[in-house]
């Protein structure tokens, strides 16, 4: 069950163009928190809606969580400074399934879906495997996070223009390292959620990802993040699941791509 904490703010600062990294003293939820999860903040009075925001790491009793400013609600959340207290929920959400991932992992992370990969290669190396960690930009001022992921393990940056890192998209990387994966966790865009599925399938390496939706009350009660899943069993036809709910992350191969 979801539990409601007011959290007061530690620091927020911008760590990229729109980008902000805010930090939380949270410890009952960074006691409940699973690598893949999200919480759900309210962000100001006049916003109804909470906003979604993935779990970018938690530490002594402490929440990080990266989010970029897309309207209202996120512009006011990066407004807030030390001292002022969120009315946060959480935490929510099926994570990675950690036990699954084998001695070593990729961890794939596209843009805004970067940060959650963070925690979750953390618990990976903690658990005693030998992660590697594929991160995509659009460019050299949208990377956030490279210093943090190399401590935990190889990690390769790209970027779709080349100015920073390797030249390409993160499925290039994959293709030269998935041989050696015994399992790959990835977070970003649909597009590229796809094209990692489709390798991972190919090569016979199971594959979670954590899909990107817009969401409404974040527990399931309404339907904005409905997505397409297979049926069980190797039926044919679709069921519809709940990202907020049934997800975040999935098999890869439940999707309805």
């Not at 993935?54 to 001292?83: H, P, Y």
Request: proline share 4%; charged share 20%; aromatic share 6%.
């Amino acid at each position: 069950m979801a539990t409601q904490e007011m959290c007061r703010v530690v620091g927020n600062r911008e760590i990229g163009a729109g980008l902000f990294e805010l930090t939380m003293e949270a410890p009952v939820l960074c006691m409940q928190a699973q690598p893949g999860q999200f919480v759900h903040i309210t962000c100001g009075e006049g916003n109804l809606l909470r906003r979604p925001i993935s779990i970018c790491n938690v530490q002594d009793g402490q929440m990080i969580v990266v989010f970029q400013v897309k309207g209202d609600g996120t512009a006011w959340l990066s407004k807030r400074r030390e001292g002022d207290v969120l009315d946060v929920l959480g935490t929510l959400g099926h994570g990675f399934r950690m036990e699954e991932l084998g001695d070593h992992p990729i961890f794939i992370g596209g843009g805004i879906g970067v940060p959650p990969m963070l925690m979750t290669m953390r618990a990976a190396k903690e658990n005693g495997a030998k992660p590697e960690a594929i991160l995509g930009f659009r460019n050299q001022n949208a990377v956030i996070l490279e210093d943090a992921f190399r401590r935990l393990g190889e990690t390769h940056v790209c970027t779709d223009d080349g100015s920073y890192g390797v030249h390409g998209f993160v499925t290039d990387v994959l293709k030269l390292h998935v041989q050696e994966a015994t399992a790959i966790c990835a977070c970003g865009p649909k597009p590229m959620l796809r094209a990692i599925a489709e390798i991972a399938e190919a090569q016979g390496i199971p594959c979670q990802v954590s899909m990107e939706e817009r969401m409404g009350c974040g527990i399931g009660a309404c339907l904005v993040c409905a997505c397409e899943l297979k049926l069980k069993d190797g039926q044919e036809g679709v069921r519809y699941g709940h990202v907020c709910k049934d997800g975040p992350v999935f098999d890869s191969k439940e999707v309805v791509w």
